[in-house]
């Protein structure tokens, strides 16, 4: 199996931070990075209808850009999650229309109570309903985080059109990440028990004992560590949470830590769906990510043509930890891949 892997680590210092030929200043940088993490003016805003087993959905998206180059569509995490978090790649759009859209449940799609429509199958098929909706032809894949799975999920059943899949902070395998992943992130957070606060996760989410303010605070660790670098929390953090589906979350993956991964999610594999893809992939992870380096090396192996970039000073939420670098790589990857097709 093929596999073209390059490891890149990011710094401030890197071509990233070069315009018209010139590095920027702290305070440029600050500016576009300012900018990056702005809820986008949209050029087209909407809905496209769904419809499964007979009932009838809206699922927002909005789109930004009208570049000439193929649209990239943006599949958000969680579940449960939704687009604000991965504004950044809004940056991609003086080349190439964005396409941002709220999962069924989530953000500004519609939020039917109905458990049984929290499973990762109806959700491969649910983005079908978007990319027809949209009329889209020719396009590029971007997953962040669950979002991954999905982009594979989906590809897998519906590759036709499909120009590549970037997939950040990857999760494709769940079992590999709760049985090899995750036991080794509990044994890094030390602030409380002596230096076993893993185990007070596991007690408070698997046996139902402990204080809930230790296990507050032992997951607190895990998120500052291996989720989010970014403190105090900006502005698209804040609505990410402000207008998430907890539900969803506790149905699929059924852990607050999301290092006990019990719900519905928890027999997921896609790795043998992307390797049945002939399609260039294009992997991103922090360097701290919760999808761990190792993790998400061990993922692109599945992959029959895959770069892959670990980035520096990031956790998992490197759109809004190293937006910069993190588009750099990303616009890279595309034109790369768009100069291949034209040649």
Known sequence: MFNRISEVCCSFEDCTHITNGKAMNDEEKEARIKKSLTEPRYDYEGFVDYVYRGDGYKLWYGIIGSGSRASALILHGGP???HHNLVAFQALAGERRVIFYDQLGCGKSDRPDNPTLWTAERYFEEVLAVRDGLGLKNYHLIGHSWGTTLAVGFAARHPEGILSISLHSPILN????????SPKLKQGLS???????????????LRGLGAKSDYDKACMEFTRRHVIHTWPLPGVMKRLLASRNAVIHDIMVASGSELNVQGNLKKVNVTSQLSELDLPVLMTCGNDDLCTPAYTRYQSEFANDCQCHIITESAHMS???????????????LNEIEKTIST
């Open 191 to 205: 602030c409380l028990n002596n230096g076993k606060t893993g185990r007070i996760i596991d007690d408070y989410e």
């Open 174 to 181: 769940f079992p590999y990440y709760i049985n090899h992943v």
């Open 80 to 82: 449960g999650g939704n």
């Open 319 to 333: 759109p809004v930890d190293r937006p910069l670098e993190l588009i750099s790589l990303q616009r890279s990857f």
